[in-house]
C-alpha cells in the first residue's frame, strides 16, 4: 500500500508527522506523493481540507485518514498519542471506508458565458464586497426568494459544523445526503423578504444563485477565496464523487459536537 503524510507547518506536527513517517516505513510501506492509495493529513480540519483540495483530481482513487495535533478536529479522528495504534490498524487494512458527499460549485460567467467548476468538502459561499448582495435563489429550476444581504452559505453535512455553524446553520449528521443553504446576515423588513432559516434540500435538488448586480463578489470554495469576474450564476449540487475516509472511528458524531461546542465535561 502507498501511503503520503501531509502535514501543516506547526512544530508540534511537524514532530508528529516525522514519527509517523518513520513508524510507515519502518512497518514497511511505500511513500508515494505522485499516487498514494491513503493520504494521512497531521494537523487540523483545515489540513485535512487542504490535503483534500491537493488531491481532489484523484478522489476516486484516494482515501484519507486524519490526524490531528490539537484544537478540534471534526475530519480527524486520530490523536497525535495513537500512531502505533493507527500504523497497526493500516496493516491490517481491509479497502474499508466511510463516505461522505461533496459539494460540486459550477460558475457560469456573464461576459463570455464561460464556466469554473469547483469541489468543496465543507462550503462554498458567495457574498458581496462593500454593499449589499442582491440575488436571486432558485430551487431546481423554480425562484426560490430574492436575496438581500451579506451572502449566502451552501455546505454540504460534514461542513455543517464549520462556517454554516456560524452564520446560524443546523448541524447535520454527516451520513445524510444533504445541501444545506444559510443565510449569511439577510436583510428582512416590510420591503425585503428571504426565508430567514436555513434550508435543506433533497440530494438531486440544486441550489441556483443569480447575483442581480455584476461586481465586488467575494467567491469562497473551502479555504479558496476569489474575487471573480462577472458572475451570472453559481449552480451548488451534491458532486457524482465523494470523499473516502480509512480507519474511520466517526461513529459518535454526536459525542463529537457535545465535546466541541458544549464540553459538558468542563462546566
Ligand atoms: P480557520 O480559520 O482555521 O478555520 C476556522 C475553524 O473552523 C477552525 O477552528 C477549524 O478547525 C474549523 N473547522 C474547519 N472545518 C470544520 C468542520 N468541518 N467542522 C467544524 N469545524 C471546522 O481556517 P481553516 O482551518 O483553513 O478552515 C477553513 C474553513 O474555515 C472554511 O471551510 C470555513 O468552514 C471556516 N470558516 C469559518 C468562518 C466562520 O465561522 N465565521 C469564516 C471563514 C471560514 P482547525 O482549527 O482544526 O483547522
Ligand atoms: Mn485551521
Redesign the pocket.
Known amino acids: 500500500m502507498k501511503v503520503t503524510i501531509y502535514a501543516n507547518s506547526s512544530s508540534k506536527t511537524t514532530q508528529v508527522a516525522t514519527e509517523l513517517h518513520t513508524k510507515l516505513v519502518a512497518a514497511g510501506f511505500e511513500i508515494d506523493d505522485q499516487h498514494p492509495d491513503i493520504v494521512l493529513s497531521v494537523?487540523?480540519?483545515?489540513?485535512l481540507?487542504?490535503a483534500f483540495h491537493h488531491y481532489s483530481h484523484m478522489v476516486d482513487q484516494v482515501r484519507f485518514v486524519g490526524v490531528?495535533t490539537g484544537?478540534?478536529?471534526?475530519?480527524?479522528d486520530w490523536r497525535d498519542y495513537e500512531i502505533d495504534q493507527l500504523v497497526a490498524g493500516l496493516q491490517q487494512d481491509n479497502g474499508q471506508s466511510v463516505t461522505y458527499p461533496l459539494l460540486s460549485v459550477e460558475i457560469t460567467y456573464a461576459d463570455n458565458g464561460d464556466t469554473d467548476t469547483y469541489l468543496?468538502?465543507?462550503?462554498s459561499t458567495l457574498k458581496k464586497l462593500g454593499s449589499t448582495m442582491v440575488a436571486d435563489v432558485f430551487i431546481q429550476d423554480e425562484l426560490f426568494e430574492r436575496f438581500r444581504g451579506d451572502g449566502l452559505c451552501v455546505?454540504t453535512p460534514?461542513?455543517?459544523?464549520?462556517?454554516?455553524?456560524?452564520?446560524g446553520g443546523a448541524v447535520i449528521h454527516p451520513r445524510l445526503d444533504a445541501l444545506q443553504m444559510a443565510e449569511i446576515a439577510s436583510i428582512n423588513n416590510r420591503v425585503f423578504r428571504t426565508l430567514g432559516s436555513p434550508v435543506i434540500v433533497a440530494p438531486y435538488e440544486t441550489i441556483t444563485i443569480r447575483p442581480q448586480q455584476q461586481s465586488n463578489f467575494l467567491f469562497?470554495a473551502?479555504?479558496l477565496n476569489t474575487q471573480p469576474r462577472p458572475i451570472k450564476q453559481i449552480c451548488y449540487s451534491i458532486a457524482n464523487r465523494r470523499i473516502a475516509f480509512a480507519q474511520h472511528r466517526h461513529n459518535r458524531f454526536w459525542k463529537r459536537v457535545e465535546t466541541?461546542f458544549i464540553g459538558l465535561d468542563e462546566q
Open positions: 494537523g487540523g480540519d483545515g489540513t481540507l487542504s490531528h484544537h478540534l478536529g471534526f475530519y480527524t468543496a468538502l465543507n462550503e455546505s460534514t461542513g455543517s459544523t464549520a462556517y454554516n455553524k456560524s452564520v469562497t473551502d479555504q466541541s
